[in-house]
Structure formats: structure tokens, C-alpha cells
């Protein structure tokens, strides 16, 4: 067995600390899920049903997010979505390429969602449970990322400056050795998220709606992602625009305005 910086290896098999962390967070999601629920009045063990539903449809839709939308670093080896569609076995072997964060959560609401059709729990309810877990299991996957010294930002001098060694920079920064924490930056802002969702499902309980609180995590979690990208050195390219950036934009915005749309008539303190 040899531990290394990016996971432990016993014989030929690796273990990578990134899949660890997202199982971690995984379970830690769903045991803040689980709390939350039951202050909405529901069954706090559905949350652990809820858990390998959720967490095989996030793989999926993250898997299929980053085929769709490959950054700009594969892109420019060749590793195209016609490259994914013409080898499919590429397409399922996740130690290449990555996951997508957003088609992540799209992928474990779809299945969450389909999941209470059949067995007829309100998923308006389950969502607002499920919304401050999912950002706790966003920012311990994120150290995932640092293990895997994949999502670092721009070059900094600051103090909090990361380390990036020369096998995992981009050709054209191989001579620059620190960049912006991105991983540290989001898992910030993503504990910054939970902790406002658990005050407003608090604050304003009573008042709100079956997938307000979830609402409330897009916006938040939107306008991060989209300001994070800025520092963003391997985007996801659509055409010329940063494809990643610009949904997180159009996420936040809407989800406020379904947010303001809901809540127009009611007491201005909401």
C-alpha cells in the first residue's frame, strides 16, 4: 500500500480521495437532509432511501454535463462531445475527463423527483429539506478538487497563494508555480450558502412555499459560480462564451424571479 497525495494505492488499484470526499459529502447531505425534513413534519428515514437514488443520478448527470460541455483544456486535445459520442467507453470511464457540478444536482433532483412519483412523498417539501445539505456536500467535494489540483484560479502572489505542481498546470502556465484557491473560494461560498438557507428555512418558516429554500440555494449558489468563473483559467467553451458562467447566470436570474413572482403579494418582509 502507498499513500499518495491524490489517494491511497493497494497493488494496481487506486482510491482516490476525491471519490471518498463526494461519498463524504454524500452521506453528510443526507444526514442534514434528514434533520431538516423532519422540522417540515416528514420522515426523516426516506432521506437515507433517498441517498443512492440521488447520488447514482447525480454521477449520471454530472458525467453526461462534462460530455456535453468539455473545458477548453480537452476541448483543444481533441476531447470533444464527438469525441465522447464516438468512443462510449470513454464516455463511462470517469478517471477521464471529470463530473460536472451543475448536472450533478440536475441528475439527483431528476432521479429524487422521479423517485416520489412512484412512491407519491411531496418533492416541493423534499427539496427545501434536501437544499442546505446539497451545499455542505458541494463544499466537501471541493477538497476533492484540491487532491486532484484540477480547479485552482489565475496566477496570485497573495498570501493564501496554492501551489500547483508543473504536472497538472496548463502548457501555457507551466513556468508560473501559484494560482487563486478556486476549490477554497467555492467551498466558502458554498458553506456560506448552507449556512443562509438553514437561517431562512428558520427565519421565515411559515411563510414559505414547497421549493422556496431550493430557490434560494440556485440564486446563491448562481451568482458565486458565476463570479468564481471570472478566475476560471479552463472554462467549459460554447462558441465564445464561457458556457458554465453563462448558465449559472441565467439560473440565478430565474430563480429569483419565480422567488419574486411567488411571493408578490405577500408581506414585504419576505
Request: hydrophobic fraction near 50%.
Amino acid at each position: 500500500m502507498s499513500i499518495q497525495f491524490d489517494g491511497i494505492l493497494i497493488g494496481t488499484f487506486k482510491i482516490y480521495y476525491y471519490g471518498v470526499l463526494i461519498v463524504l459529502g454524500a452521506v453528510a447531505a443526507t444526514w442534514l437532509a434528514s434533520r431538516e425534513a423532519k422540522r417540515y413534519g416528514e420522515n426523516p428515514e426516506l432521506a437515507w432511501d433517498l441517498l443512492p437514488i440521488a447520488l447514482i443520478g447525480g454521477i449520471i448527470g454530472a458525467r453526461l454535463w462534462h460530455v456535453l460541455l468539455p473545458p477548453a483544456s480537452m476541448v483543444e486535445q481533441g476531447i470533444t462531445t464527438a469525441y465522447y459520442l464516438t468512443h462510449p467507453l470513454d464516455m463511462l470511464n470517469l478517471r477521464r475527463g471529470g463530473l460536472g457540478i451543475p448536472g450533478a444536482v440536475i441528475g439527483g433532483l431528476l432521479a429524487v423527483w422521479i423517485y416520489s412519483r412512484s412512491k407519491k412523498f411531496p418533492m416541493g417539501v423534499w427539496a427545501n429539506a434536501i437544499a442546505p445539505g446539497l451545499a455542505l456536500a458541494q463544499a466537501i467535494g471541493r477538497w476533492g478538487n484540491y487532491f486532484n489540483q484540477e480547479l485552482y484560479g489565475a496566477p496570485t502572489n497573495l498570501p493564501w497563494k496554492l501551489y500547483i505542481d508543473p504536472l497538472h498546470r496548463l502548457p501555457e502556465y507551466a513556468s508560473v508555480e501559484y494560482y487563486h484557491p478556486l476549490f477554497f473560494y467555492e467551498f466558502l461560498w458554498n458553506l456560506l450558502n448552507m449556512g443562509i438557507l438553514l437561517w431562512v428555512a428558520r427565519r421565515f418558516e411559515g411563510k414559505l412555499k414547497p421549493w422556496d429554500v431550493f430557490l434560494v440555494y440556485a440564486v446563491i449558489y448562481g451568482v458565486g459560480r458565476f463570479a468564481l468563473e471570472f478566475l476560471r483559467l479552463d472554462p467549459a467553451p460554447l462558441g465564445t462564451i464561457n458556457a458554465n458562467q453563462m448558465i449559472m447566470l441565467v439560473v440565478a436570474i430565474a430563480s429569483a424571479g419565480v422567488l419574486f413572482w411567488r411571493h408578490r403579494r405577500i408581506d414585504s418582509q419576505l
